[in-house]
């Protein structure tokens, strides 16, 4: 069965400090993946979404960006975070041959 | 651009009895897909119905099931003999099944929280 992992599941960091969160997926190939934000008592935004290695499409203007440097592998990053950065971030991954997504665990960031 | 509304931040029910959420969306579209997905305090999200536009049946998962208005653009969420542990925020999304499409992400409501009282 397929699992995917987040981490870390918590996150504090300063204002201007850089950022890499992890998400892996296991026991399928060539998964989309997908980074969504979730702000305080908001749905979910997407930020964005990979058909595949190295292929990376941004949803929002803004200072992240997102990596896939294994197939099974999707990075969020950030050379310098904002306050506005805090919520909590979803990756996701779905089949070629489906179109509902499934969720990890998710990370919480807090920038102070 | 796609939106999804939902008009109710938060319903309470009483356990055992039948809680129905409601969700309307905009889209100039004729195939895509619908989901409902919950989110316990834990916070992951979990995928509890879909519907396939093309379908005229509605959706049904043991307890939960759907009313799909293709016409009303409405999808709404039924619960019956809720539980305390079905205590969640619940989220309706919505998908485009075009070509390529598929690849784009999910566009969410805000959410419904809902409570179950014991």
């Known amino acids: 069965s397929q699992t995917i992992h987040q981490w870390p599941a918590t996150l504090v960091q300063p204002v201007g400090s850089p950022l890499s969160l992890e998400c892996t997926v296991e026991g399928t190939s060539n998964p989309n993946l997908y980074w969504y934000r979730q702000a305080a008592g908001r749905g979910l935004q997407l930020l964005f979404y990979s058909v595949g290695i190295g292929q990376i499409s941004s949803e929002v203007p803004q200072n992240l960006s997102a990596s896939r440097p294994q197939d099974r592998q999707f990075i969020l990053s950030s050379k310098k975070l904002l306050l506005s950065d805090s919520g909590f971030y979803l990756c996701?991954?779905?089949?070629?041959?489906?179109?509902?997504?499934?969720f990890g665990p998710g990370t919480r960031l807090t920038v102070t | 651009a796609q939106t999804v509304t939902q008009s109710q931040p938060e319903m309470s029910v009483q356990e055992a009895e039948t809680v129905t959420l409601s969700c309307t969306y905009d889209t100039s579209e004729s195939d895509y897909y619908l989901f409902w997905y919950k989110q316990p305090p834990s916070r992951q999200m979990i995928l509890v119905i879909r519907q396939e536009a093309y379908k005229q049946q509605n959706a049904t998962e043991n307890r939960f099931s759907v009313n799909f208005q293709k016409a009303a653009k409405s999808f709404s969420l039924k619960i019956s003999d809720s539980q305390l542990g079905d205590a969640a925020m619940y989220f309706c999304a919505y998908r485009s099944a075009r070509w390529g499409g598929g690849a784009d992400g999910l566009t969410f409501g805000k959410g419904t929280h809902l409570i179950i009282q014991p």
């Open positions: 996701a991954w779905s089949s070629l041959a489906q179109y509902e997504q499934y």
